[in-house]
């Protein structure tokens, strides 16, 4: 197994900066998600360490070694695409050892091979069939087995899970991520699905722009987002975001918005690094953190979404709207006036201009 | 009575074609004609070039052997456009190149360019390169006419498989051209099957080429007619039984690789 390093990858077409200074560390055995919105260059990014593309500056390292110049086929990578890519004039059996045959093995060790890693994959009942037979689910294990016959060092994902119905795809979360575990191959997954990142990988980096916005575990990244963007990209329901200001009350601060105010709590004054230059600063609160009944801050709700074990409600202030999560046991109704509060210390602070984090991050300050 | 109007001014319109193709089968299988299109009975005997030796200025030929250079030279034109249509549209539908745009644009310059015009450069040039008067040496002449054209149609049908699948086989270990030989030629049947037709047909059917540059006592099928139409008397009958046969192999061909023409894969995976 290797680990990847990106170094100042830069990738431009053109005008448009595709990849913009990357900078990346992924370690041998890592599942690494690479998160973003469709052009965020995440794909590129994965095409570039496959190595489909010539960096325009940057370099790409396996281990210690620099392969910006080595060819696709001589990085020993597995790569399972969206589309699957599977050869549509080939049978399953030869699909996956397409690998081993281009290496001219012989066709016992092909076979023997191409059988033992069919089964890891459960679908060595289906080697006689062309790839336009078999289900998106199957074609997906046959990528995946192509992928992995040659016992690659470095296993990339574009997208696999997101051609598969929403049921399977549940199912095969799963199964990648204890396949991945099992092989322990360093392994590079692409998604816009921050579900998906955050169930299965290791760690998540998350792009924007051709730019690197945050790398961390998945509770990293949903406890401490580094900005506007992480935190409203990164979990469903999305955060909350109010603007308002950052006011020295006392010996405490007290964020203020047209409609209401609260004093933070100490614990959220001790993590904030530094203050905003302007007092203009982003509330942001998950709907999970705020609580419904009792509070200083008042509403109207706006709709009511039940979704079985939860409820969706959407509480109005002004021009404000606040989702909020909470149990169906209560049932609220429309108009119906509500007070609420936020959990003192799950609320997360922006900086108005910059749309930064203001908290010292529990990493990048160690 | 009104829903019959468009039938009628229909067939008023395919009237004349028809008669033409109708009088040109009834020459080729009549005997004894009145008014050109009417028979006293039907038989082989205009096929009698089948069996009998052609009669064409003081020498004598026989249609297998013209039938044989026909096929010689069409096949090798076909198989000429083939290749180099094949690389060519593979080279421009996928890989970066400086003057990529100039040169597709040139290809249907090109192509816009009448054959007509290049015949005294080509018998020059086949004339230095030893090629002149030899049926190979005038195909491949006559194939590079129908190149240009040849690699926007190879051209369409590589650009119609997935960079993935291409990705997917580099990845699994292919050099460029083994993605070309083990991926691309088995996807593109349809692309060669059409190419290699476009090369053959044209070949087949050209007069010009074959007239000016190779010499009288090659014919090939196209030259034989014309040289029968340039008799004082002239058998409209054996004339017409033999376009009849010049039509069937381009026909048998056609019939054989419309299988291939029509059958594109699916590519990629589901719904891709």
């Not at chain 1, 210690?64 to 990578?77: A, L």
Request: glycine fraction near 8%; proline fraction near 5%; hydrophobic fraction near 50%.
């Amino acid at each position: 197994m290797i680990s990847v390093t990106l170094k100042n990858l830069k990738k431009y077409f053109g005008e448009v900066r595709a990849v913009d200074n990357l900078n990346l560390q992924i370690g041998e055995g890592e599942f690494m998600a690479l998160l973003g919105p469709s052009g965020c260059g995440k794909t590129t990014t994965l095409l570039t360490i496959a190595g489909f593309y010539k960096p325009t500056a940057g370099e790409v390292y396996f281990n210690d070694r620099m392969v910006n110049d080595i060819p696709p086929r001589s990085r020993n990578i597995g790569m399972v695409f969206q589309s699957y890519a599977l050869y549509p004039h080939m049978n399953v059996l030869d699909n996956i050892a397409f690998p081993l045959k281009l290496k001219k093995q012989p066709k016992k060790v092909w076979r023997k091979k191409a059988v033992e890693v069919a089964k890891l994959l459960q679908i060595d009942d289906l080697l006689d069939r062309m790839p336009a037979q078999l289900s998106g689910g199957q074609q997906q294990r046959v990528a995946l087995a192509r992928a992995l016959i040659k016992q690659p060092q470095l296993l990339l994902l574009d997208e696999p899970l997101s051609n598969l119905d929403a049921k399977l795809r549940i199912v095969m979360r799963a199964e990648l991520k204890r396949l991945q575990k099992d092989l322990g191959i360093t392994t590079i997954f692409v998604t816009h699905d921050q579900m998906e990142a955050m169930t299965m990988a290791d760690r998540i980096a998350v792009l924007k722009s051709g730019k690197l916005q945050q790398v961390g575990t998945p509770d990293e990244l949903y406890d401490e987002p580094a900005n506007v963007f992480v935190a409203s990209f990164i979990g469903t329901p999305p955060m909350n975001f109010i603007r308002g200001s950052l006011l020295k009350s006392g010996s405490s601060y007290v964020f203020e918005c047209e409609h209401f105010r609260i004093l933070l709590d100490e614990v959220v004054v001790q993590k904030i690094r530094r203050f905003p230059v302007t007092n203009n600063v982003i509330l942001g609160i998950r709907p999970e953190d705020v609580e419904m009944g009792r509070g200083e801050i008042k509403g109207e709700i706006y709709v009511v979404e039940p979704m079985g074990r939860d409820t969706l409600v959407t509480v109005k202030f002004g021009d404000v709207y606040i989702k909020v999560l909470t149990s169906s046991t209560v049932k609220y109704s429309i108009g119906e006036n509500v007070s609420l509060s936020f959990k003192s210390d799950k609320v997360q602070l922006f900086d108005g201009e910059t749309e930064e984090s203001l908290y010292v991050k529990g990493r990048d300050e160690r | 009575m009104r829903r019959w109007i468009p039938y009628i001014l229909l067939v008023l319109i395919a009237l004349p074609f028809l008669v033409m193709y109708v009088g040109f089968f009834m020459q080729a299988f009549g005997e004894g004609m009145h008014l050109g299109i009417i028979p006293e009975k039907f038989g082989f005997s205009n096929f009698r070039f089948l069996w009998q030796p052609i009669a064409w200025g003081l020498g004598k030929t026989t249609i297998w052997v013209t039938l044989l250079n026909t096929l010689i030279f069409a096949c090798v034109s076909g198989a000429i456009v083939t290749v180099v249509c094949m690389l060519a549209g593979y080279a421009l539908s996928r890989i970066e190149f400086k003057g990529r745009d100039f040169f597709m644009i040139l290809q249907l310059f090109l192509h816009a360019v009448p054959g007509h015009i290049l015949l005294i450069a080509i018998f020059f040039l086949l004339f230095y390169l030893k090629l002149l008067h030899r049926i190979p040496g005038v195909a491949l002449a006559r194939a590079s006419l129908e190149i240009p054209l040849g690699v926007w149609i190879a051209k369409g049908f590589f650009d119609s498989i997935p960079w993935d699948i291409e990705r997917s086989a580099m990845i699994d270990g292919c050099t460029r051209l083994q993605v070309w030989y083990k991926i691309f030629l088995p996807l593109v049947k349809p692309g060669i099957a059409a190419v290699f037709i476009w090369g053959f047909l044209f070949a087949w059917h050209d007069f010009i080429y074959v007239y000016t540059l190779l010499p009288g006592t090659v014919k090939l099928l196209s030259t034989l007619i014309q040289s029968l139409i340039a008799t004082e008397v002239i058998d409209y009958g054996y004339l017409a039984a033999l376009s009849v046969f010049y039509m069937v192999p381009p026909l048998v061909l056609f019939v054989y690789l419309q299988k291939a023409l029509l059958k594109v894969p699916i590519f990629g995976g589901k719904g891709l």
